[in-house]
């Protein structure tokens, strides 16, 4: 089974007081291969604050219940199914600052990922100084 993960909140800077949803993806593309637990472990900067998270289930996979902080737990997911996790959070970092969201998934025995290397995905933007340059047009 091959578990994939991608995180993306869409921006290329941010501002402070701002809040940013990270889109976060837990796939298992494998056709014939259910993975049985699959530890999901994020990790978000000290300039992001009172994160909360959702969930969507695709295929057969269940989603837990939303919660606050950063995810840390383990699913199961079958062949073919996704989870896709929404996590919001302020920014609360100085301009100048770098912020972001790394996201690991670890597949546990009795099952083996052959690509572990597609099992993190991180999206880390700048804290802009001044709110005109942050639609991206100077």
């Known amino acids: 089974a091959d578990i994939v993960v991608t995180v993306d909140n869409g921006a290329s800077g941010l501002l402070v007081g701002q809040s940013?949803?990270?889109?976060?993806?837990?796939?298992?593309?494998?056709?014939?291969?259910?993975?049985?637990?699959?530890?999901?472990?994020?990790?978000i900067s000290a300039g992001l604050s009172g994160a909360t998270w959702t969930c969507t289930a695709t295929g057969t996979a269940i989603c837990p219940p939303n919660s606050t902080g950063a995810l840390a737990l383990t699913r199961a997911i079958p062949r073919a199914s996704a989870l896709q996790f929404v996590t919001t959070a302020n920014v609360t970092a100085s301009g100048g600052a770098t912020v972001g969201s790394s996201v690991t998934a670890t597949v546990q025995a009795p099952n083996i990922d052959p690509n572990p290397a597609n099992n993190i995905a991180f999206d880390n933007d700048p804290v802009l100084a001044d709110d005109v340059f942050a639609n991206g047009f100077e």
């Open 20 to 43: 940013t949803n990270y889109a976060i993806g837990i796939a298992n593309t494998s056709a014939l291969i259910d993975v049985a637990a699959v530890g999901i472990q994020q990790t």
